[in-house]
């Protein structure tokens, strides 16, 4: 009977433990999505209230504060201003990655619901809930914009602490487990962790759907680690071969074991090259000091821009549109392009600065008028010599007579007018010819048409990662 009890008593004991012991994380996150799915469905219904009350369910059980967003939208559409401005102001203290865009979206939704709040309480609304507005909303609450459902992605792993590559693993990771953020479509996911076998695995994201990647991770002993850092973040690192960039500074990640070669390059930094042995299980790390300075870039582009030729300092760099990197300061830069005449200028280019050229290359006039200018030349110098020839011919003949013996000729003799005319002529078109061919050089080196012109820009860039719930990659800063 005692033993009986005891294992009563046990059984018990066992069975109060398992009740009261804390959720798992696979517990929590399913009973997260099951609220998630639930509000989804009564948002689809209009049924905004039992939505809001679905998504803070959600929230409760993980603490993702795209709930707090979802919970926002359905108190809004549900007409609760004050529990709407509540979530949002949550979901923005709690959501450390908000974009400046959506920042601002939301705190204009929120000034807009606080002054509906503020006419609500001025004038009674009819009957109705406590706290929940019955009356016909303001203009300025019907032209919000519109908004949906925010799905999310969970990235768990075990252990935790892993790296995230979102589609490839050349950029910068997307973040360490755990994670938690909106994408949206077809991506594979790589995760990556010290000491461990790296994983991968596709997934297709929907902006109105939860979505849940746990990994588990195996112990590697195979693999060595590294970790590469260099004084300029965005290096580009090359791994036994410059053929193809291997990751960008900084990188830390699984490397098969061996001797191994790295390069690692900016543009206008001196390149940094080491020879590493990775031995199994063990972290290697390598510091690169790159000596130099930014650069900057020229930037070739617009409609005019096809089969162009791009000169730098008199050295062509590129065909075409293209980026070109630029040390700073002082460059000349020629654009040319066949039957167009071409355009030059001097830049002064700053580092982290992109310099865009817009040219608008003239046409190439045609030349017809020196042609025709030297084809006259031609034939007057022709004639010229012709007619002189004759001349020549002419007094030859005479003097001839005049050598034999015979009497001088009479002046009345057809052959001295003959001669004259034929002098007299040639001198002409020697001039005619003369006067043509300088007006035939003229035509060929003057001006004609309208020059070659570009605009140009200049703005300040910086590329940085980025990672919001949103939106995740590299994003670029463009300043004018």
Not at 426 to 441: C, E, I, N, P
Request: charged share 25%; aromatic share 10%.
């Amino acid at each position: 009977m005692k033993l009986r009890i005891a294992l009563l008593s046990s059984l018990a004991f066992v069975v109060w433990a398992a009740w009261t012991a804390p959720a798992s994380a696979d517990e929590t996150l399913n009973r997260a999505r099951e609220a998630f799915d639930k509000g989804q469905t009564l948002f689809e219904q209009d049924k905004f209230e039992e939505a809001a009350q679905s998504f803070v369910a959600a929230y409760e059980a993980r603490a993702f504060a795209a709930f707090l967003y979802n919970a926002a939208l359905s108190y809004e559409k549900a007409r609760n201003w004050e529990q709407a401005v509540a979530n949002y102001r949550r979901y923005l203290t709690e959501q450390p990655n908000v974009g400046a865009d959506e920042r601002k979206q939301i705190e204009e939704r929120i000034r807009v619901l606080e002054a509906e709040i503020a006419r609500v309480a001025a004038t009674p609304p009819p009957e109705g809930d406590a706290g929940v507005a019955t009356a016909e909303p303001s203009e300025e609450v019907k032209n919000l914009s519109e908004a949906g459902i925010r799905g999310l992605v969970v990235i768990e792993s075990r252990p935790q602490g892993a790296y995230i590559y979102l589609d490839d693993k050349k950029g910068e990771p997307l973040g360490r487990t755990p994670w938690n953020g909106t994408l949206d479509g077809e991506h594979t996911i790589f995760i990556e962790a010290r000491g461990y076998k790296p994983r991968e695995r596709k997934i297709s994201a929907v902006k109105d759907k939860v979505v849940i990647m746990d990994f588990t991770l195996a112990e590697e002993d195979y693999l060595g680690w590294i970790d590469i850092r260099a004084n300029v973040p965005g290096a580009e690192i090359f791994l036994d071969d410059k053929v193809a960039v291997f990751r960008r500074t900084p990188y830390s990640g699984n490397i098969k074991p061996g001797k191994h070669k790295i390069w690692i390059t900016k543009e206008g930094y001196d390149e940094f090259y080491q020879e590493i042995e990775i031995v199994p299980g063990e972290t290697h790390e390598i510091k690169a000091d790159l000596s130099g300075g930014e650069v900057g870039y020229v930037n070739i582009r617009g409609r005019d821009v096809e089969n162009i030729r791009v000169y730098i300092d008199g050295k062509k760099v590129c065909d075409g549109p293209c980026r070109w990197p630029v040390a700073q300061g002082p460059h000349k830069v020629s654009i040319q392009k066949s039957g167009h005449k071409s355009y030059s200028r001097t830049i002064d280019v700053k580092q982290k600065t992109e310099i865009t050229i817009r040219p608008s290359l003239a046409p190439e006039p045609s030349r017809a008028d020196a042609i025709w200018a030297y084809a006259f030349a031609a034939a007057f110098t022709g004639g010229g010599i012709y007619l002189g020839i004759q001349a020549g011919n002419i007094k030859d003949d005479i003097q001839a007579d005049i050598d034999s013996g015979n009497p001088p000729p009479d002046q009345e003799d057809p052959r001295f007018f003959k001669g004259k005319l034929f002098a007299i002529s040639a001198d002409a078109a020697y001039t005619l010819g003369a006067a043509t061919f300088l007006a035939a050089v003229y035509y060929t080196f003057r001006e004609k048409g309208r020059p070659s012109t570009a605009t140009t820009d200049i703005s300040s860039i910086a590329i940085t990662p980025e990672v919001t719930p949103d939106y995740a990659g590299l994003g670029l800063e463009v300043r004018w």
